[in-house]
């Protein structure tokens, strides 16, 4: 049964460990995040972002597919099914899909427009026991077509939005969404303190996870970083593997045209993934 995502992160923020989130696809990649989870005995959110939701026929579809494989599958770990960067219309669509958490991305919306919506939005999840995730300044980079300069968010801003009952915050520290650029500068750990110190006990979620190196990982969640997304790190893996199986010429042996055989190097890849970000993020062993 999917959960909030509220109770995961609460206990990860007291635990000194964050919960990662990693965006689905399709069925190959809902199925191998959700066997990495089980596996490891570790709290997971699935990410979908609305593109994501469109893909897959719709967010009633996506809804049906993965309670039907917590129950074919026997997951018995805790897992929330996310809307990622939703917009107002998105967020009302998700709750009434059935979704456990969503995410309402109003960054790029005045302070007052993103408080005036966010406070009606978490009334509405917290009335259908779904957690909100809310988000102050803008995170680098393009996801499906929302395309972010990387500013590094206001910290009494942060406080405004945190203090309207959100679950978890998410604050642009300088991360970036998709592959990170030679120059990049790194994350803004004054700016994640600041935020930090205002908002207290509220979990903060760090998107952008692909590339950003271990020992920054490490530091942002000392300093209350409870939940990391992960999307573009998959994909990458799931396009290597999927490419050196056809280079290698394995899709021209005996049947191995068949999608079943054709898709499970690149599913191998995306679990090998996701155990390498649980087990760096620390939530192994904490279902």
Known sequence: MLVSAKEMLDKAKAGHYAVGQFNINNLEWTKAVLQTAQELNSPVILGVSEGAGKYMCGYKTVVGMVNGMLEEMNITVPVALHLDHGSYDACYKCIEAGFSSIMFDGSHYSIEENVAKTKELVAAAHEKGLSIEAEVGS??????????MGECADPQE???????????????IGNIHGKY?????????????AIQQLTGDMPLVLHGGTGIPEDMIKKAISLGVSKINVNTECQLSFAAATRKYIEEGKDQEGKGFDPRKLLAP???AIK???KEKMEMFGSVGKA
Do not use: H, R, Y
């Open 139 to 148: 995170i680098g980079g393009e996801e499906d077509g929302v395309i972010g």
């Open 158 to 172: 942060c406080k405004m939005i945190a203090d309207l009952g959100i679950d978890f915050l998410a604050a642009g």
């Open 181 to 193: 650029p030679a120059n990049w500068k790194g994350l803004s750990f004054e700016t994640l303190d």
């Open 266 to 268: 690149g599913a191998q």
């Open 272 to 274: 090998d993934t996701v």
